[in-house]
């Protein structure tokens, strides 16, 4: 099966403002769920991240999405290492 994306934004994370691990709804989880009890706005999907040799300084490898229940992800068109090139079907 190989490497899966296994970091999507949190605060305990280091890579606080690194690309794709912004802080907000879209990359990280905490921001998802006080936008979801906040806002009553549930995320549609979250973008997680595997990074090379699973360090942050080592840069990414490639992003995925996290789809919402019971979508899952589906390759599109593009680059498939970027999670822009997946919907969630």
């Known amino acids: ?23 907000d709804a879209k990359n990280d989880v905490l ?4 936008r979801w009890v906040e ?3 549930a ?3 979250i973008t997680a991240v595997h990074y090379e040799n699973n360090n942050v300084t080592d840069g990414i490898s490639f992003t995925r999405p996290i ?14 290492n970027d999670a822009g090139s997946f919907s969630c079907v």
């Open 31 to 34: 921001e998802a769920l006080i």
């Open 67 to 80: 789809c919402k229940y019971p979508a899952s992800p589906r390759y599109t068109s593009g680059n498939p």
């Open 39 to 41: 806002d009553d706005v």
């Open 43 to 45: 995320p549609e999907r």
């Open 1 to 23: 099966m190989g490497d899966g994306a296994n970091a999507f934004g949190a605060t305990f994370q280091e890579s606080m403002g690194m690309p794709p691990l912004a802080h």
